[in-house]
């Protein structure tokens, strides 16, 4: 691929609490005051041409119609406060983008002819889309979709696939988190490397989180969480200061621990003979996938279940297993950095109903992204079960899906993983505090539901994988009268 300026695609979630919500003044200023630095950051970098951004409101809106009426042939019915919500969003959006111009006006360096545009995405964008899966197969859109319409997790990231789809042949698409300040130097590292990339190839590599520094910050530049096995104190005291050396010193010798236990059994987050010599793959910090890359493979976007790396590591370790990729392809490059502030007024102590609940639902997501590590590759390099039942289905085989025979061998596997992972995390005092062994030990109470969700989410998508063929086909068909944003240029 020739060396061309990048497209981005990132994607907000704007939710409506309340059937009768609307825009006041103080919820406009907070939601331009939180993209504003951002959206500052894109319009410094002449290497990115143009920055699409999702906002999933009005997806919101159609899958829960969606799922609260199961009539064939349903009409989907929006209520004008919906329509009028999203719309609001983007507009505060474009503010956001006017004040970010307004400001860097006053550098002498900085020409607009020379910065990136934006392109909203919503509900209009995607109505033609939409309208053509609903019309031609409605249980098409089950699989944009958890249970009952629920929005998942992953739902942003078919819309990323359509822009992939479309556009990827011409441009190289970058995706970052929306919460990541990007520069310059680091996309053209990635553009560099995407240049050595034959065509017609595999490719699915990212930069990382952080600033170029001797010093990593251990609550913001790996892929898991560590808020909770860090000194706080130290951390905040450093945080306060910029004192990037008392931050790095907040991880204690037992957080360390839980890193190295992370890369045996799940993605790897320092690179060390034994597991990987490649930290693993990050989305939100400028993933790059080649165009056969995102058409093999759909991305999981129907899962029941919130499961970590389901859309970056998990997904590169599907394609090394069917044999796209090998493990020394690139991955996580180095040098590449991207700013990302988690906590950016400090950690809070993990106390009270609340905040625990919110640490175990990640220890959920990371328990799962485990369990899924291993059914796609096994730990000696070999494809694992689910991997090997996803390789079967793969067009131009016609999908002979026996669900029963497949879930008990997924079901059977899932289960001696659990076991090995709980078996770990059971002693995981020793990661400094007991939140992750008080967690281990109620989950093998319920680890049986856990693991039939779980494989309930394997097949789902097993089924997908065949069916991709036909979103794809709908993506392509899209013409520029119908989705002009597809069509725009820088």
Not at 66 to 72: E, P
Not at 153 to 169: H, L, N, V
Request: with cysteine; net charge positive.
């Amino acid at each position: 691929m020739l060396k061309t300026k990048a497209v981005v695609f990132t994607h907000l979630p704007v939710s409506m609490k309340n059937p009768k919500d609307s825009y006041d003044g103080q919820q406009r200023n907070d939601l331009i005051k939180k993209v504003l630095p951002y959206y500052t950051a894109y319009l410094k970098c002449k290497n990115i041409g143009l920055i699409y951004v999702y906002v999933d409101t009005g997806i919101r809106f159609t899958l829960k119609h969606f799922g609260s009426n199961k009539k064939k042939n349903a009409s989907l019915n929006y209520s004008i406060e919906e329509l009028e919500f999203e719309q609001t969003t983007r507009n505060c959006l474009k503010i956001a983008v006017k004040q970010a111009q307004d400001i860097l006006s006053q550098d002498p360096s900085f020409n607009l002819s020379q910065a990136p545009k934006f392109q909203f995405i919503g509900l209009p964008h995607l109505t033609s889309l939409i309208h053509s899966l609903y019309s031609n197969n409605r249980e098409l859109l089950n699989d944009l979709a958890g249970p009952n319409g629920q929005f998942t997790y992953d739902s942003p990231k078919f819309i990323e696939s359509i822009i992939r789809i479309k556009r990827g042949e011409q441009h190289p698409i970058l995706r970052f988190d929306a919460d990541v300040e990007v520069n310059e130097d680091s996309i053209n590292l990635i553009l560099d490397e995407i240049i050595k990339i034959p065509d017609s190839s595999y490719a699915f590599f990212s930069g990382g989180y952080g600033i170029k520094s001797s010093y990593k910050d251990p609550v913001n530049d790996y892929a898991v969480r560590l808020h909770w096995i860090v000194n706080r104190k130290k951390y905040n005291k450093g945080q306060a200061t910029s004192d990037l050396t008392l931050k790095a010193k907040s991880l204690t010798k037992s957080g360390k621990m839980f890193l190295q236990d992370i890369g045996k059994i799940g993605a790897t987050q320092e690179p060390a003979i034994g597991t990987r010599m490649s930290q693993q793959v990050i989305s939100g910090a400028g993933l790059f996938m080649t165009p056969p890359t995102i058409r093999k493979l759909p991305p999981f976007m129907s899962f029941f279940n919130s499961t970590l790396w389901v859309d970056d590591h998990l997904k590169r370790r599907l394609h090394e297993a069917i044999g796209d990729l090998t493990p020394d392809d690139p991955e996580h490059l180095p040098n590449v950095f991207f700013k990302q502030d988690r906590h950016p007024n400090g950690i809070i102590p993990i106390t009270g109903r609340k905040s625990i609940k919110a640490i175990e639902d990640y220890f959920d997501r990371l328990f799962r992204g485990c369990i899924f590590h291993f059914l796609f590759m096994k730990p000696g390099g070999t494809i694992g079960v689910l991997g090997s039942e996803i390789k079967k289905v793969l067009p131009p085989r016609k999908p002979n899906i026996k669900e029963k025979r497949i879930e008990e061998r997924i079901r059977i596997e899932a289960m001696k993983t659990a076991n090995s992972v709980l078996s770990i995390w059971k002693g995981a005092d020793y990661y400094g505090n007991i939140l992750l062994k008080n967690w281990a030990a109620k989950m093998a109470r319920k680890q049986n539901k856990l693991v039939d969700s779980l494989v309930r989410d394997a097949i789902l998508y097993i089924r997908l994988v065949p069916r991709w063929n036909l979103f794809k086909g709908a993506i392509d068909d899209l013409q520029d009268y119908q989705a002009y944003w597809l069509y725009r240029n820088f």
